[in-house]
């Protein structure tokens, strides 16, 4: 029995630690692994899914929708899947499910199309062909970098200004990602920013829209799968899924307890009730001189000066009998 506590207990950690998979991050990673798997069983070449100058040269239009689920290798496609999941989650999770497969392809297609013009610029010897999810997840970092209100961020214990932070992406990525194209990634930051600034506003989608793609298909198939996090459109719906409202049992919290009124003995006490607790004002006497037998009168009268306490004391009378 200790031993399943125990195993419990890692379980619920690796579920907070363990970022959350939605419908859009799922779905490009099915396609990923289902391009992959052809690739490796046909042996196709680099040419065909892949982006560069041929893509122009020849007319290939249609690599600008598949090189970023395109892997040739299985640690290109394991790398750049831990990105995807660790820097996109919160893309999706921001915007809604249809827009961020709008905003995908969009992003994706720009970049493979400007660095195919640039590549096409250079000379035939330094030309190379570049494909992965790498050049789609700093376009959204970047994308989201201006639309923070953040002004620094932390990685790995360390503090970055939050417009450095797709720069430091973009080093780290090229160094630990194989095959990673430099040139091809520092279009997508571009890309992402410039998308930020709203130049691409006639080609954004509206949430009225995506709210009513999201009612046909494959979008309603997408939603009715309970396994993973389909986002609304809405703004209001988004924030009930990603945000469900907690109702405490009773008990659950601790209740202050207070002294019932009838214990406390005033005068001139008025009950009323204040949010549901009985409350009672009570008019406190004034402090008033105190007159001693004999004659003799005396009061105190206490004024708050500068912080002092000050004693002013009225002399004694003596009444003739």
Not at 46 to 55: L, N
Not at 76 to 86: E, R
Not at 161 to 167: G, I, K, N, S
Not at 301 to 310: A, I, L, V, W
């Amino acid at each position: 029995m200790a031993r399943m506590d125990y195993f419990n207990k890692i379980l619920d950690v690796f579920r907070e630690v363990t970022p959350v998979i939605t419908s859009g991050i799922l779905t490009v990673l099915l396609l990923s692994c289902v391009l992959f798997g052809i690739q490796t069983y046909f042996n196709f070449t680099q040419e065909v899914f892949s982006v560069g100058a041929s893509v122009l040269a020849n007319g290939h239009l249609h690599r600008l929708l598949t090189y970023p689920f395109y892997h040739r290798t299985l640690a290109q496609l394991l790398s750049n899947t831990i990105t995807l999941v660790l820097l996109c989650g919160s893309v999706e999770k921001g915007v809604g499910t249809v827009r961020f497969f709008f905003l995908f392809i969009l992003l994706s297609t720009t970049t493979g199309l400007f660095y195919s013009f640039l590549d096409l610029l250079r000379e035939e010897s330094s030309r190379s062909n570049t494909e992965g999810l790498v050049p789609v997840v700093l376009a959204c970092v970047a994308l989201t970098t201006l639309h923070t209100k953040m002004t620094k961020g932390f990685l790995c214990g360390v503090s970055f200004p939050t417009m450095a932070l797709p720069w430091v992406f973009l080093i780290i990525t090229t160094v630990l990602i194989p095959r990673s194209v430099l040139l091809c990634n520092v279009i997508a930051i571009l890309v992402g920013w410039v998308y930020g600034k709203g130049w691409f506003s006639l080609l954004d989608m509206s949430d009225t829209r995506a709210g009513v793609l999201e009612k046909m298909l494959p979008f309603r198939l997408l939603r009715s799968f309970s396994a993973v996090t389909f986002v609304p459109a809405s703004t209001e719906e988004r924030r009930k899924t990603l945000l469900p409202q907690i109702n405490p049992t009773p008990g659950s919290y601790p209740v202050q307890a207070y002294a019932p009124v009838s214990s406390i003995n005033t005068t001139d006490t008025t009950a009323m009730m204040y949010e549901g607790w009985q409350n009672s004002t009570s008019t406190l006497p004034s402090p008033t001189p105190t007159l001693h037998p004999h004659g003799h009168g005396s009061a105190h009268s206490f004024g708050m000066s500068h912080g002092h306490c000050n004693h002013s004391h009225l002399p004694h009378s003596h009444g003739q009998l």
